[in-house]
């Protein structure tokens, strides 16, 4: 196996459980620089200790981090608390089924990384000023940072040639890990209309040395651990923090009129189009005939003592699903990489869209938080216009240069991209009103 160097590294950290040489390669060879640490834990450290992971602290996962109202406390989930939570569910649930815990953790942590200001809004307005230059997607925006974008290891590709950024040069089966929707733009492996993709055509060859020996199309267990760990964690906490706010009145969900209400966002968002309602109420009343299942929520200590208890529940139930019904089917030992597929089963896939869906229609759906949208989306579409006009003007350092050395209009566009995906909402809000007038 080689790096970009086209030599094989003088030294790799002791591999842990059935990950062998090729798994923890690196693109660029380094040797280590404290020996007894493995290569996962240097991986997990470098995330862990990563700009852009201190960055998602300011970037939405629910609701704008730092607003305050009456209707959430002072310190609502950001994308980082949330790729903390996702993971500490990931780190156990994979040491559970022989994973490296280190690796998956990793993962975990990188998994949003990419995520630009104002969540899955920013995503599609960034996505709609990338057309041209192709696109924008959150999670092939990580593998670009984690690659490329984050400075923290520079490599010459010939002894005569300028260095270049390998992001945090992480081992193969870290990146592995992390990349979701492992295809191009347009590739998806059986819907072609699809929007997800993991992987921009300028980071192809990275991609691909990430992915050597991998079946196509196909993601590695810690890759489906990481999934089914990121659905669990929002699904759960949205829902905690709608009943924290009081958006979710749990006698609610009893309505009949209510209900239709959820599987009209459920069925087509969260499950497939032919999936029956039926189903989806099943679900509902499975969770709701739980000991643990909150009846109501008036903000005491004990309330929130039996809220976090019903958290805990929850996350419990639907990793432990995954968990004996992944044994079931390929028995005890270390599962790992190729050797084996993440089974969920279909009720506990179900209970969890049923959560998303609560948490969907009771809390991003209402019409304060659409108001919110629309003016996120005009501040980025107004910003990625002002830097167009002004760049390299109002660029960061980092990225004026990546700027001025770009070869065409559509590299330099995909600069603006980089920069404006860095941002957090805040900054992002301070650069329009500055660059526009407008605050």
């Not at 008036?298 to 929850?314: C, E, F």
């Not at 005890?332 to 209970?351: D, F, I, K």
Request: hydrophobic residues 40%; contains cysteine; proline residues 6%.
């Amino acid at each position: 196996m080689t790096g970009i160097t086209g030599t094989t590294p003088p030294h790799f950290a002791p591999p842990t459980g059935d990950y062998d040489d090729a798994a923890t390669e690196r693109w660029a060879p380094e040797p280590d620089k404290r020996p007894g640490r493995t290569a996962f834990q240097r991986d997990r450290a470098r995330v862990l200790h990563s700009a852009a992971l201190r960055r998602l602290a300011g970037k939405t996962q629910v609701v704008t981090p730092g607003s305050r109202s009456q209707e959430w406390d002072a310190s609502p989930r950001t994308r980082l608390t949330h790729s903390l939570e996702c993971a500490q569910v990931g780190r156990e649930l994979g040491a559970a089924l022989g994973c490296d815990p280190d690796l998956v953790e990793a993962a975990c942590l990188a998994h949003d990384m990419g995520h630009p200001p104002f969540g899955h809004n920013g995503e599609q307005a960034l996505n709609d000023f990338a057309s041209d230059c192709g696109g924008f997607e959150g999670n092939a925006q990580s593998l670009r940072l984690l690659t490329r974008i984050e400075p923290k290891r520079f490599v010459r590709f010939t002894e005569t040639s300028e260095p270049v950024s390998v992001g945090l040069n992480l081992t193969r089966a870290t990146l592995d890990a992390a990349t979701k929707y492992p295809w191009p733009r347009g590739a998806h492996p059986t819907r072609p209309d699809s929007v997800k993709f993991g992987v921009y055509e300028d980071d192809l060859p990275v991609f691909a040395w990430a992915r050597e020996g991998a079946p196509a199309d196909r993601t590695c267990f810690e890759a489906q651990v990481m999934d089914w760990s990121d659905d669990v964690a929002y699904s759960v906490h949205d829902f905690e923090d709608g009943l924290h706010a009081g958006h979710v009145v749990p006698a609610a969900l009893r309505s009949g009129d209510e209900r239709r209400g959820i599987w009209a966002v459920a069925i087509g968002r969260y499950v497939p189009r032919d999936t029956d309602s039926r189903e989806l109420s099943d679900a509902l009343d499975r969770l709701m005939a739980q000991e643990w299942w909150p009846r109501g929520y008036d903000g005491s200590a004990v309330a929130q003592s039996r809220l976090k208890d019903a958290t805990s529940q929850l996350i419990g139930r639907f990793c432990l699903a995954a968990e004996a019904a992944t044994r079931e089917a390929y028995g005890a030992g270390p599962l790992t990489r190729y050797a084996a597929e993440l089974v969920v089963p279909h009720s506990a896939r179900l209970e969890c869209a049923v959560l998303k869906a609560v948490a969907d229609r009771y809390v991003m759906r209402r019409a304060e938080q659409e108001a919110l949208r629309a003016d996120q989306r005009i501040v980025l579409a107004e910003l990625a216009e002002a830097l167009t006009a002004r760049a390299p003007e109002g660029l960061d350092p980092q990225f004026r240069a990546l700027f001025d050395a770009a070869a065409d209009d559509r590299s330099r566009k995909r600069v603006l991209v980089d920069q404006i995906a860095s941002f957090t909402d805040a900054a992002a809000r301070s650069l329009h009103a500055e660059l526009t007038g407008r605050a």
